[in-house]
C-alpha cells in the first residue's frame, strides 16, 4: 500500500464534463470515504460538498452520524461520483462505517434498522448491540468498515478488555479497517494500518472531515475510474491503489471545535443542523 502523498503529485483529471455545472461527473480515481455533513454533526452542505469536490477532482462518501438522507441527497443531484453511506453507531460505542451497493439498500437499512431508534440528544450511537446492526446489514448489500479503530478514548480498540474482545470478534464480521482517519493521530492511524495487515481486511481511509475545508484531505485511490455505478465493487474488489493525506493537520483543530459545539448543542436543546435539512429531502423510495 502506497502512504502519505502530496496532493500536488496527483494526476490532473477533468472530473465534470464541460463547464456546465449540472453535467454529470465523469469518472474520479480519488475518493474520500468518510465526510460529515449539515445532515449531523458537519458543517458541510451538500453544494458546498459539491464545490470542493468539484475544485479537488475527487468522489465523496458522507457517512452521517445514523442518518442517510444527505448521502441519498449527493447521489440523486449526480454531480458528485458516490455512494450511499452511513456512520452508525452501536450501544457498545463502536462506530460502523457502511456503504450501500444502491439507496434502496441503504433506504430500507436506514428504516428498519437505524430511524425507530435515534436518540433526541445523541448524534452518534443507538440503543441497539452492534450484533443487532451486523446481523441487520447481513440481510443487505453493504460494505462494512470499522471506523478508526485506535481513535481516542472509548473509540481505542484498546480500551479496557471488555471492548478489545467485542471488536476482535467483530473483525471476522466486517469487510474493511479505515487504516487512515484525518481526525486519528499518525500513531492510532500506523496501529490501524498493522491491524488490516494481519487480518487481510480491505483497507480504506477518510477526512473525517465536520469542516468543509477538511473534506478531501484523506483520500483513497483507486486503480481504475472510480464513478457511483462502480465504486462498491471496486472497494469490494480491492481495486484500490493507495491511500493519500494531505493537510490533515491544519483542519483538525477547526474539526475538533467543531465537533464539541455540535454535540453539545445536540444534548443541551435536542435540536440540530439535521432536524432542519431533514425538512429538505424526505426518502421515497420504497
Ligand atoms: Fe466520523
Redesign the pocket.
Known amino acids: 500500500m502506497k502512504n502519505i502523498h502530496n496532493r500536488k503529485s496527483w494526476p490532473s483529471r477533468s472530473v465534470f464534463s464541460g463547464k456546465d455545472q449540472t453535467a454529470s461527473p465523469t469518472e474520479v480515481s480519488f475518493v474520500d470515504t468518510?465526510v460529515?455533513t449539515r445532515f449531523s454533526d458537519g458543517g458541510a452542505t451538500i453544494p458546498q460538498v459539491e464545490e470542493v469536490c468539484r475544485e479537488l477532482e475527487i468522489g465523496c462518501l458522507i457517512?452521517d452520524?445514523n442518518e442517510i438522507r444527505g448521502s441519498i441527497k449527493l447521489l440523486d443531484r449526480m454531480k458528485v461520483q458516490t455512494m450511499p453511506s452511513m456512520?452508525v453507531g452501536s450501544r457498545e460505542q463502536i462506530?460502523l462505517?457502511m456503504y450501500f451497493r444502491s439507496a434502496d439498500e441503504a433506504e430500507i437499512f436506514f428504516r428498519r434498522h437505524v430511524e425507530p431508534y435515534r436518540m433526541k440528544r445523541l448524534y452518534s450511537f443507538l440503543p441497539v448491540s452492534l450484533d443487532y446492526l451486523i446481523e441487520a446489514a447481513a440481510e443487505h448489500e453493504v460494505l462494512i468498515s470499522m471506523?478508526?479503530p485506535f481513535g481516542p478514548f472509548w473509540k481505542n480498540i484498546e480500551y479496557g478488555k471488555k471492548r478489545r474482545q467485542v471488536l476482535l470478534r467483530i473483525l471476522s464480521q466486517v469487510d474493511c479497517i479505515e487504516v487512515f482517519n484525518g481526525?486519528a493521530s499518525m500513531k492510532a492511524n500506523r496501529k490501524s494500518q498493522i491491524l488490516c495487515q494481519s487480518t487481510g481486511l480491505i483497507p480504506l481511509a477518510g477526512s473525517?472531515s465536520?469542516t468543509v475545508k477538511g473534506i478531501g484531505s484523506v483520500l483513497v485511490g483507486f486503480d481504475q475510474p472510480a464513478t457511483s455505478a462502480n465504486m462498491y465493487d471496486l472497494i469490494n474488489n480491492v481495486k484500490i491503489s493507495g491511500i493519500y493525506a494531505n493537510g490533515v493537520k491544519k483542519h483538525n483543530f477547526s474539526n475538533t471545535i467543531r465537533i464539541a459545539i455540535q454535540h453539545s448543542k445536540k444534548i443541551v436543546t435536542g435540536k440540530d443542523h439535521s432536524t432542519q435539512a431533514g425538512r429538505e429531502i424526505t426518502l421515497q423510495r420504497l
Open positions: 468518510h460529515h457517512v452520524h456512520e462506530d462505517l471506523a478508526h481526525a473525517d465536520h
